[in-house]
């Protein structure tokens, strides 16, 4: 990245006096580089917080995107999975009477068998 510094005078077009070159304002610095000079700055090599910052930065931010995505991802199976659900309970509903059913049924023939006895 090339900084790129101008050192231009304006003067008015239609001046009373003489343009005065005393009052110019000092050249700005390079852009985007804090209080430093020249190639140097640009190649300076990251230190370790700072490499370290940038890289859990990134990750935090795909990991967030991931999140909300698989979120709703897992919200949306869930809401077409309405109907097995419901036909899933009413199957564990049904199994279970039939069960009971069949329980006391048993303890009726136990008992018609202990009172032949």
């Not at 005065?20 to 985007?32: D, L």
């Not at 917080?49 to 999140?67: G, H, N, P, Y």
């Not at 899933?88 to 006391?104: D, E, M, Q, W």
């Amino acid at each position: 990245m090339a900084a790129i510094t101008s050192r231009v005078c304006v003067v008015p077009v239609a001046s009373n006096g003489q343009a005065s070159r005393t009052t110019r304002a000092p050249a700005p610095r390079a852009v985007g580089v804090k209080a430093a000079a020249g190639l140097s700055a640009l190649l300076k090599k990251p230190t370790v917080s700072e490499t370290f910052a940038r890289t859990s930065r990134k990750v935090t931010s795909r990991r967030t995107a991931a999140l909300k995505t698989s979120a709703s991802m897992e919200i949306m199976e869930v809401a077409n999975m309405g109907a097995e659900i419901a036909s899933v309970a009413v199957t564990c509903s049904v199994i279970t009477l039939v069960g009971l059913a069949v329980g006391f049924v048993l303890l009726r023939v136990e008992a018609i068998v202990e009172e032949s006895n």
